[in-house]
T-cell receptor
Framework: GEDVEQSLFLSVREGDSSVINCTYT??????LYWYKQEPGAGLQLLTY?????DMKQDQRLTVLLNKKDKHLSLRIADTQTGDSAIYFC????????????FGKGTTLSVSS | GAVVSQHPSRVICKSGTSVKIECRSL??????MFWYRQFPKQSLMLMAT?????????EQGVEKDKFLINHASLTLSTLTVTSAHPEDSSFYIC????????????FGPGTRLTVT
C-alpha cells in the first residue's frame, strides 16, 4: 500500500535553514503537500507541488521534488522560533481515492 | 481563504456516553468531508470519507457503528462517537473539499476528545 516516511525530529538554531525530508512510495502521486501543525491546533497547508514540477519556492519555503527517488523536501530559510511545529508531508495517491496519505510528521524545534 | 470550523474544540466525557463533533465549512460548499484521527506523536489516520446525502465510506478497521458520520448538508458533517471508551481519546480533525479537487482541501482546527 501507499506509505509516506519522514524523520521524526529536527532541531535547529534560529536563523539557520531547516530541511525536512520525506519519501513516498506511490509513483502515481499527483500532488505532494506540506502541512504545519502547531500545538493543539489543526493542520495548516503550507505549500504543495504538482508531480511534474521539480521545485517550488514561496517566500522562505522551498520545496524540492525528486520524482525518480520519490523524495520530497521542505527547506525553511532563516528559521524562526515561530516555525517550531510538526510538519506533515502528504501525498495524493490515486489508488486511495481522494484522501491524502500522511507521514508521521517531523517535529521541528527552533532554539534561540 | 476558506474556513472550516469544528465544535467543540475540546470535550471531556465519561466512559459509556456518546459525544457529537460538528464540522462546518463556513464560506463554501463541501462536496466531500473527511474525518481523521490523530494519536499523540503519530500521523493522521483517515477514518472515513463522507459525501453529502450518502452514506460515509469507512476505512478498514474503523467501526462504523461506533463512529457515526452524518453529512446532512453541503456545509455540515457530524461525527458521533458512541459508547465512548478511554481508548477513543484522541484528536479528531475534519477536512472539507470543494468541487475543485484535492488541492482545495481545508482542515478544521481539530477536536480534542478525552474519555474518562
Amino acid at each position: 500500500g501507499e506509505d509516506v516516511e519522514q524523520s521524526l525530529f529536527l532541531s535547529v538554531r534560529e536563523g539557520d535553514s531547516s530541511v525536512i525530508n520525506c519519501t513516498y512510495t506511490d509513483s502515481s502521486s499527483t500532488y505532494l503537500y506540506w502541512y504545519k501543525q502547531e500545538p493543539g491546533a489543526g493542520l495548516q497547508l503550507l505549500t504543495y507541488i504538482f508531480s511534474n514540477m521539480d521545485m517550488k519556492q514561496d517566500q522562505r519555503l522551498t520545496v524540492l521534488l525528486n520524482k525518480k527517488d520519490k523524495h520530497l523536501s521542505l527547506r525553511i530559510a532563516d528559521t524562526q522560533t515561530g516555525d517550531s511545529a510538526i510538519y506533515f508531508c502528504a501525498e495524493w495517491a490515486n489508488q486511495a481515492g481522494t484522501a491524502l496519505i500522511f507521514g508521521k510528521g517531523t517535529t521541528l524545534s527552533v532554539s534561540s | 481563504g476558506a474556513v472550516v470550523s469544528q465544535h467543540p474544540s475540546r470535550v471531556i466525557c465519561k466512559s459509556g456516553t456518546s459525544v457529537k463533533i460538528e464540522c462546518r465549512s463556513l464560506d463554501f460548499q463541501a462536496t466531500t468531508m473527511f474525518w481523521y484521527r490523530q494519536f499523540p506523536k503519530q500521523s493522521l489516520m483517515l477514518m472515513a470519507t463522507s459525501n453529502e446525502g450518502s452514506k460515509a465510506t469507512y476505512e478498514q478497521g474503523v467501526e462504523k457503528d461506533k463512529f457515526l458520520i452524518n453529512h446532512a448538508s453541503l456545509t455540515l458533517s457530524t461525527l458521533t462517537v458512541t459508547s465512548a471508551h478511554p481508548e477513543d481519546s484522541s484528536f479528531y480533525i475534519c477536512s472539507a473539499m470543494t468541487s475543485g479537487g484535492i488541492s482545495q482541501q481545508y482542515f478544521g482546527p481539530g477536536t480534542r476528545l478525552t474519555v474518562t
